[in-house]
C-alpha cells in the first residue's frame, strides 16, 4: 500500500504512540482489504463507549492512547453506559458510574466531542454528498450512506478511532463508486410507521444478509423511518447502504438499472416480523422509544399522541443532548415532563447495565432494540407502534 | 513430521505453542468468556476449551466488533492465546491482534494444522511438527 511520508513517520513512530498504534490499525485493514492508499476523511463517529463493553482494560488502552494522542478531524461519540447527569435517578450503580466518567475524560483527552449519541447527524455531525468519513456505529453508518450520501465503511470502535487519530482510513469498500451500486431490488409494501420501517430493515437484512438492496414502493417516508430502516437491516444482516427510490441521494443514477434478482415483500411479511422479535407482556417495566436516538419530530409525535394525559408507568425517551435542548427550547420538554414523560440522553438501554436497573421486560417500537435487548441482556420484549404503545403507557 | 507455510502478516511477532484449531469462525464478544478465557457459544465445535496460552487457529472471526477489545481483555488477564493463525482474517481480529499485541499471520492453509500440532510463528512465517498420529 502507498504511504505518504506522514503516514510512513506516523506509522514509525516519529508522532507518538497514538498515531502509530492507529497507522498500525489503518495498514493491517488496508492490507486485508487490497487498499491502494489511504484518503483523508472530514469526520469520525466511535462505538465503543459504554464501560459495560470496554471493561478495565478497554479503558486502559483508551487511556494509553489519550496520554498523546489527539484526533485530527472532528469526532462524535457513541452513547455510553449512562445519563451523564442524571444517572443516580437512572438507578445506575456508582461504582459503574465512576469507571463510565473515566471512560469518557479519556475520549475528551483524545480531543473527540462527548455528543453521546448514535445520531450524531442530528447533533452537528452531518457529512455532506460524497464526503469520505470513518463512522463506527451500524446504525449511523448506514444513514450516513445511504440518507446523506457520505461514504463509510463499516467500521468497529477501534478502526473509527484510530481513522480519527491519523485523519485518515484505508480506501476500499464503500469509498468507492463500484460498490454503491444496488444488488438486489426489494419490493415493499407503503410503510406507516417507524415499526414497520425497522421491521422492513429487520427482515431484508436477515434475507440478504449483506449486500445494498434498492427499495421500490415505500411511497413517501418520512427521515425518521429512513433511520428505523436503516436501523433494522445493520442489525440482522452487515448491510451498510440502502437506496430507495425517488428518496435517497444516489437511488436516482440507479434508476434505470434492472437488478438480476428482485424481492418481494408484503405486508403480511412485516406482521410476521414483528411477532418474530416479539412476545406478549401484560405489565412491562418499561416502555420506551429512541432506539436509535429519537429526533425532535418523534418527541413532538409523542406529545401529541399523548394528548395531555398523565402516564401510568414509566415512559422513557432516548434522546441525544442536541435533541433534548431543542424539546427546551420550543417548551416541549417540559410539557412532557408535566405528564410524566421521563427524557434521558447520552445513553441507550442496549448499553446501559439494564439488568442492575432491575429492568426485565419492555415494550418499544424498534426492531434493532428488540434484537439487541433479548440477546445481551436476556430481557423480554414486545412491539408495538407508537400510537399503540403510548396508550400503554397512560393506562 | 515437519511442514513449513507461508502466510501473510497482520500483527508481527513469534510465538511457540500447542494448536487448538477449528473450521468454525470465533465470536469473541459473546463467543468467549474474558473471566476465563474459555469458548462459550453454544454449539461450537470448541464449546468449553480454554484458549490460553494456545495457538488458535481457525478460519476467521464473526460477531461484533465489540470482540476486538474481548482480545485485549484477555490478553491483560494472561488469557490470551500465544499467537493467532487465520485462513482470512477479518477487521475484528487484526484490529484485536493489534492493541492486544497477539502474533497474527493469515492466508494460510489452516485445514494443514491439526489440533494439539506443535505450532512456531514467526512473521510470516508458520512451522508446523505433526502430532504423532495414534495407531
Redesign the interface.
Request: aromatic share 8%; with cysteine.
Given at each position: 500500500m502507498y504511504l505518504t511520508r506522514l503516514e510512513e513517520e506516523m506509522l514509525a513512530g516519529e508522532h507518538g504512540y497514538a498515531a502509530q498504534k492507529a497507522m498500525e490499525i489503518l495498514v493491517a485493514l488496508g492490507k486485508i482489504y487490497g487498499a491502494e492508499r489511504l484518503i483523508e476523511i472530514r469526520s469520525a463517529q466511535i462505538s465503543g463507549v459504554s464501560y459495560a463493553n470496554l471493561g478495565e482494560e478497554g479503558l486502559e488502552f483508551l487511556l494509553k492512547l489519550a496520554e498523546d494522542g489527539k484526533v485530527r478531524v472532528p469526532t462524535t461519540l457513541n452513547p455510553c453506559g449512562m445519563d451523564l447527569e442524571e444517572w443516580a435517578e437512572m438507578g445506575v450503580p456508582e461504582d459503574f458510574a465512576d469507571k463510565q466518567l473515566k471512560v469518557i475524560e479519556a475520549y475528551l483527552k483524545l480531543g473527540i466531542e462527548p455528543t453521546l449519541t448514535c445520531t450524531p447527524y442530528l447533533a452537528g455531525n452531518i457529512p455532506g454528498l460524497g464526503d469520505h468519513v470513518a463512522w463506527s456505529e451500524s446504525s449511523a453508518v448506514i444513514y450516513a450512506n445511504s440518507v446523506l450520501g457520505a461514504r463509510t465503511n463499516r467500521e468497529g470502535g477501534p478502526s473509527a478511532l484510530a481513522a480519527a487519530i491519523a485523519g485518515r482510513t484505508p480506501l476500499y469498500g464503500l469509498h468507492l463508486d463500484e460498490n454503491r451500486a444496488p444488488t438486489m431490488l426489494i419490493r415493499a409494501p407503503r410503510i406507516s410507521s417507524e415499526l414497520e420501517a425497522s421491521a422492513l430493515g429487520y427482515r431484508v437484512g436477515r434475507m440478504l444478509g449483506s449486500g445494498v438492496p434498492f427499495f421500490k414502493g415505500l411511497g413517501a417516508v418520512s427521515r425518521d423511518q429512513l433511520k428505523a430502516l436503516g436501523a433494522g437491516l445493520a442489525s440482522s444482516g452487515g448491510i451498510a447502504l440502502f437506496h430507495v427510490e425517488g428518496i435517497t441521494p444516489e437511488a436516482h443514477r440507479y434508476s434505470g438499472m434492472h437488478a438480476e434478482e428482485e424481492i418481494e415483500v408484503t405486508e403480511k411479511d412485516l406482521r410476521e416480523e414483528i411477532e418474530l422479535l416479539s412476545e406478549s407482556l401484560e405489565d412491562p417495566d418499561l416502555i420506551f422509544i429512541g432506539c436509535p436516538h429519537a429526533s425532535i419530530e418523534e418527541l413532538t409525535e409523542l406529545y401529541l399522541l399523548l394528548g395531555g394525559r398523565r402516564i401510568g408507568r414509566r415512559l422513557w425517551v432516548f434522546a441525544s443532548r442536541a435533541v433534548k435542548a431543542q424539546a427546551e427550547k420550543i417548551g416541549l420538554l417540559e410539557k412532557l415532563e408535566e405528564i410524566g414523560v421521563k427524557v434521558y440522553c447520552d445513553t441507550c438501554p442496549v448499553v446501559a447495565p439494564l439488568r442492575r436497573l432491575g429492568v426485565k421486560t419492555i415494550i418499544t417500537n424498534s426492531s434493532k432494540a428488540a434484537y439487541y435487548l433479548r440477546n445481551i441482556h436476556g430481557v423480554r420484549v414486545q412491539l408495538k407502534p407508537l400510537q399503540e404503545l403510548v396508550e400503554d403507557a397512560v393506562r | 513430521m515437519r511442514i513449513v507455510l507461508e502466510g501473510?502478516v497482520?500483527?508481527e511477532g513469534r510465538a511457540e505453542g500447542e494448536a487448538l484449531t477449528t473450521r468454525q469462525p470465533i465470536s469473541f464478544?459473546?463467543g468467549v468468556d474474558?473471566e476465563t478465557g474459555r469458548i462459550i457459544e453454544r454449539g461450537h465445535e470448541l464449546e468449553g476449551e480454554v484458549i490460553a496460552d494456545k495457538i488458535l487457529v481457525f478460519p476467521y472471526g464473526k460477531g461484533s466488533?465489540?470482540g476486538?477489545?474481548i482480545l485485549?481483555?484477555l490478553?491483560?488477564?494472561g488469557l490470551a492465546p500465544k499467537a493467532i493463525v487465520n485462513q482470512r482474517?477479518?477487521?475484528?481480529i487484526?484490529?484485536g491482534a493489534?492493541?492486544a499485541e497477539i502474533p497474527c499471520v493469515?492466508e494460510v492453509d489452516i485445514s494443514l494444522i491439526s489440533r494439539g500440532d506443535i505450532v512456531r510463528v514467526e512473521g510470516a512465517r508458520v512451522e508446523v511438527w505433526k502430532r504423532r498420529q495414534s495407531p
Open positions: - | 501473510r497482520i500483527r464478544y459473546g474474558p466488533t465489540v476486538s477489545y485485549l481483555r490478553r491483560r488477564r482474517c477479518e477487521p475484528i487484526a484490529v493489534i492493541i493469515d
